[in-house]
């Protein structure tokens, strides 16, 4: 990864993503705006706004219900994490945290973080763009309160965040941003509420289609906790260098398609449990940050290893696994978390055994944060496999890099390792 001056893309992505990224813009920016001129956009993004705002305001309380009922059937991960969402149509929108700039300076804090809690931004304004256009869910529903409704939301969604995509639109933005002005028609935040032991999604917004994109973006942004370290000082430091408005115009243009790109792994899983998207989504962020970036690159670029693409498949199938176990109670998921039974440990060394009645599918694809040599106890078949290269046998010592991709295949009878960490 090139060092890093400032958190910009450029700076964090090689040539190759930010070509591919692009690319993607300036189709995405045909695809939603045609052949509107950017002033012609402008115009009719507010004509539209005001026929929405008033063709809602006799029904703002059941639509922001609708709003919470529609994310909340799109994105099951939201009962099951127990998470309450606050969301209303209004015209006052003034959340407590919203368009603070104020940045906490810290010359200390690793590039490397930044960049990881940009990318992770961009991901959760590239989810709330995609997570905006649910509302057809609830196509039956909108057209009793006003059949008009409906096709003036999918245009609104287009002209607003279509415009992200036009550079001459985000020079604008960047320049409005720095005399003072807003640019948001919603706001939403995240927060904790101790006393319920709850992540609280508040969310505000002039109208329905934007209140569901500060809901989703409020459900990611509690998924982006999972890419924040243990030092919560660094953290605060991370957050006020990156978490700026200033930052937003980009995020939205190049986020969705980072979004997409993850997606995309959780459609080609054919896992039916859509739960699982964003419990992927949390492992994928607690990467260290150098694999972070390097994951997020390949698979952007549609270049993922193959020891990359089995990790994400294989965490994603035990994902499943334990939240049909979660579901039916039959087990105790912390009892399964681990495929193997550690029988000696001491400071040089684990002795290490798998049992032979192990489903394969728990010998998952996985990387550690040291370098290891591993010297099997006896003779078996069972085999290793390191990124990118050829199942090999056991049968003599294997040394793995740090942070390599790696797996154990399943052979006869039980598995027993010393392995030494270094």
């Known amino acids: 990864m090139a060092n890093l001056l400032e958190v910009e ?11 591919a990224l692009k690319g993607k813009s300036g189709q995405s920016l ?58 209303k149509i209004e015209d006052n929108i003034n959340l407590s945290s919203s368009g603070d700039e104020t940045p906490v300076e810290d010359a200390n804090t690793p590039e ?14 590239g989810a709330s763009i995609r997570g905006s256009f649910a509302f057809y869910l609830f196509r039956e529903y909108l057209d ?11 245009e609104i969604l287009k002209q607003v965040f279509g415009i992200y995509d036009d550079e001459n639109a985000i ?25 319920t032991e709850q992540f609280v999604i508040k969310a505000r917004a002039l109208c329905f289609p934007m209140l569901v994109h500060e809901i989703v973006k409020g459900l990611y942004e509690i998924v982006g906790t ?9 953290n605060k430091a991370v957050i006020g260098a990156v978490d700026k408005l200033s930052n937003e115009p980009r995020d939205l243009q190049y986020g969705k398609f980072i979004y997409d790109a993850l997606n995309n792994l959780y459609v080609e899983s054919n896992i039916d449990d859509a739960r699982v998207r964003e419990l992927f989504f949390t492992e994928v962020y607690k990467l260290e940050e150098d694999e972070f970036i390097e994951f997020i690159e390949n698979v952007v670029n549609n270049k993922l290893t ?26 105790d998921l912390d009892e399964e978390i681990k495929p193997y039974k550690d029988l000696e440990v001491t400071d040089k060394y684990i002795i290490r055994e798998f049992n032979e009645n192990i489903d394969p599918i728990e010998l998952k694809w996985h990387r550690d944060n040291e370098d290891r040599t591993i010297e099997i106890l006896g003779d078996t078949n069972w085999k290793i496999q390191l990124d990118n290269q050829l199942p090999t046998s056991l049968n003599e010592s294997i040394f793995i890099p740090r942070h390599m991709f790696h797996r154990v295949i399943k052979g ?4 027993k390792l010393k392995i030494y960490k270094s």
């Open 171 to 195: 020079a604008m933005m960047l320049a409005a941003l720095e005399q003072g002005q807003k640019m948001a028609g919603g706001e939403s935040e995240m927060v904790y509420d101790e006393d």
């Open 30 to 87: 045909k695809q939603m705006l045609g052949n509107k001129s950017l002033m012609q956009t402008l115009m009719s993004s507010q004509k539209i706004l005001g026929e929405i705002i008033e063709a809602e305001k006799p029904h703002r309380n059941v639509l922001s219900q609708i709003a919470v009922d529609m994310v909340t059937q799109a994105y099951p991960i939201i009962d099951y994490a127990n998470i309450r969402i606050d969301a």
């Open 9 to 19: 893309y450029e700076k964090i992505f090689k040539p190759e993503t930010m070509a």
């Open 112 to 125: 490397a973080l930044k960049a990881k809690r940009r990318i992770i931004n961009g991901i959760t304004q």
């Open 412 to 415: 006869n009878g039980t598995l």
């Open 306 to 331: 193959s020891a990359q693409k089995n990790w994400a498949m294989g965490e994603m199938r035990s994902i499943e696994k334990d939240l049909k176990k979660d579901d039916t109670g039959l087990e």
């Open 226 to 234: 999972q890419g924040f370290g243990k030092d919560l000082e660094q």
């Open 144 to 154: 009793l309160l006003d059949d008009s409704l409906v096709d003036k939301y999918g």
